[in-house]
């Protein structure tokens, strides 16, 4: 009866595979074709976006990759204000989103992590930076609209990211005081 029930158990939670199928997402609206930025580098990572707090978990899969859009957004906020001397390279980018359908209007909650390294006129600091952003969303089931809500929540969170690396620059330059 035992075997019965475990692999009953198994025979269901192996349908559940679907909820895991990779959803893409393009990231063109906010990835703009520019010059490369060699003080700004953002090393690739993994591009996967586990979404969770929906029928199951769902793994969102940007294109271009999601380094490429954190990288163009850290560059949109940056380089208004570069100066000489100044070099950022992060690396160990991730995201994951949480979405929770309780909360009125649902809402896409995104962490995200970078390990970066500013450079400014000689000083160097390595930090790792976590923040997060989240969105009102339309939700339901397994899906809610990918294409609007990650690459919104990247920007945001991106920005998050380039505010505390500017603060970053600015206390560790001393000319900037």
């Known amino acids: ?19 895991n199928d990779k959803v893409p997402v393009r990231l063109d609206t906010i990835v703009a074709a520019g010059p490369a930025s060699p003080w700004l ?32 957004q850290l560059r949109k906020a940056l380089q208004p204000k570069y100066y000489t001397d100044l070099i950022v390279g992060c690396r160990g980018v991730e995201a994951a989103v949480v ?6 209007p649902a809402t896409a909650t995104m962490d995200l992590q970078a390990t970066c390294r500013v450079t400014s006129r ?12 989240a969105v009102a969303v339309k939700a339901s089931g397994n899906d ?4 609007t809500a990650i690459p919104h929540l990247i920007e945001l ?21």
Request: aromatic share 4%; net charge neutral.
């Open 41 to 72: 580098t953002v090393e690739p990572a993994g591009n996967i976006v586990p979404v969770t707090g929906l029928s199951g978990t769902v793994k969102v899969e940007p294109s271009p990759a999601l380094t490429a859009g954190v990288e163009a």
């Open 99 to 104: 979405v929770d359908r309780e909360a009125v």
């Open 122 to 133: 000689g000083s160097v600091v390595s930090k790792v930076y976590k923040v997060r952003q």
């Open 1 to 19: 009866m035992n075997r019965v029930l475990a692999v009953a158990a198994i025979a269901v939670l192996s349908g559940c595979g679907a909820a």
């Open 144 to 147: 809610m609209d990918y294409q």
């Open 157 to 177: 969170t991106s920005q998050d990211v380039a505010a505390q690396i500017w603060a970053t620059a600015g206390s560790i330059d001393t000319s900037r005081k």
